[in-house]
């Protein structure tokens, strides 16, 4: 199995975020969710410091306060991806269906 790293995170719009790896392969992760029913994740309800997003050491991780030992919130490369990739294939598979409607 590759394990992928994170080449770049970004925040975009309040709480979606940019992920991209170093294969190329990107997405958009939408973390509303998380942050409004995780407490582990309740710092990241100030839209200030949600958009002091960084990638981790050797882009094994990206997260928030990486460097603060006890006080980190980091997230497993392996999980965004498998997000990502399962949006790029509903993408693909929505606009598949469309085009086929449309053609017959």
């Known amino acids: 199995m590759t ?13 979606t975020l940019r992920i991209t790896f170093d294969d190329g ?4 992760l939408d973390l509303s969710n ?5 407490p582990v994740f309740a710092p990241l309800k100030d839209e200030a410091c949600f958009r002091a997003v960084a990638v981790g050491e050797h882009g094994r991780t990206f997260g928030w306060n990486l460097d603060t030992e006890g006080q980190e919130i980091d997230f497993c490369p392996d999980a965004a991806r498998i997000r990502i990739e399962t949006q ?8 598949f269906e469309r085009e086929r409607i449309a053609a017959a």
């Open 25 to 28: 392969v990107a997405g958009v």
């Open 3 to 15: 394990q992928h790293r994170i080449a770049a995170v970004e925040a975009l719009d309040y709480p």
């Open 88 to 95: 790029i294939v509903e993408t693909l598979a929505d606009r």
């Open 34 to 38: 998380l942050i409004t029913d995780g």
